[in-house]
């Protein structure tokens, strides 16, 4: 990715508008795609950028395998709406976000769900010099959500 920070707000804006677009409920045009993040703090940064449908925390208090047999008996293979992705699997890009990306997505590719691995990738490799977390995203998201916007028009306008 350029050092270009332009650049690259604009590819990690626009991986995050394709989020928020997919996650929207379905009521307001989207996919109900629910996002799977870490913490509440990973939460609150998506909902600070527009995000309104599901978001589901791993850090709930329950063991991994409780947690990845709820989200495959609630979200299924594929996404009903749009038959693409069951879930945005969006860990942070340290070594600890790593670990549980690869782990969970596993896990829930065992199962033949479909996991959208490629929004976190964006991210780590537009993001990583400005923040290692989902939950940084939120001192950018002044930045961010002119590109995020631009994606996920309809998102922009529910605002």
Same mark, same amino acid.
């Given at each position: 990715?350029?050092?270009?920070?332009?650049?690259?707000?604009?590819? $990690? !804006?626009?991986?995050?508008?394709?989020? &928020?677009? &997919?996650?929207?409920?379905?009521?307001? %045009? %989207? /996919? /109900? /795609?629910?996002?799977?993040?870490? =913490?509440?703090? #990973?939460?609150? $940064?998506?909902?600070?950028?527009?995000?309104? %449908?599901?978001? +589901?925390?791993?850090? &709930? !208090?329950? @063991?991994?395998?409780?947690?990845?047999?709820?989200?495959?008996?609630?979200?299924?293979?594929?996404?009903?709406? #749009?038959? =693409?992705?069951?879930?945005?699997?969006?860990?942070?890009? @340290?070594?600890? =976000?790593?670990?549980?990306?690869?782990?969970? !997505?596993? &896990?829930? +590719?065992?199962?033949?769900?479909?996991? @959208?691995?490629?929004?976190?990738?964006?991210?780590?490799?537009?993001?990583?010099?400005?923040?290692?977390?989902?939950? !940084?995203?939120?001192?950018?998201?002044?930045?961010?959500?002119?590109?995020? @916007?631009?994606?996920?028009?309809? %998102? $922009?306008?529910?605002?």
């Amino acid at each position: 990715m350029s050092n270009n920070r332009e650049a690259r707000y604009t590819s $990690a !804006g626009q991986a995050l508008g394709g989020a &928020r677009f &997919r996650n929207r409920p379905t009521a307001s %045009g %989207g /996919c /109900c /795609c629910p996002i799977i993040v870490e =913490g509440i703090n #990973d939460r609150i $940064a998506l909902q600070s950028m527009g995000f309104t %449908g599901p978001i +589901e925390q791993v850090n &709930r !208090g329950w @063991d991994q395998s409780r947690f990845i047999a709820y989200i495959f008996e609630k979200y299924g293979i594929l996404n009903k709406v #749009d038959q =693409g992705t069951a879930v945005i699997l969006l860990m942070d890009w @340290d070594r600890t =976000g790593g670990h549980l990306q690869r782990k969970i !997505g596993e &896990r829930l +590719e065992a199962f033949g769900m479909k996991i @959208d691995h490629e929004t976190r990738m964006e991210l780590l490799r537009a993001m990583k010099p400005e923040s290692r977390t989902v939950e !940084g995203l939120k001192a950018h998201t002044e930045k961010l959500r002119p590109y995020i @916007d631009s994606i996920d028009l309809e %998102g $922009a306008e529910e605002q």
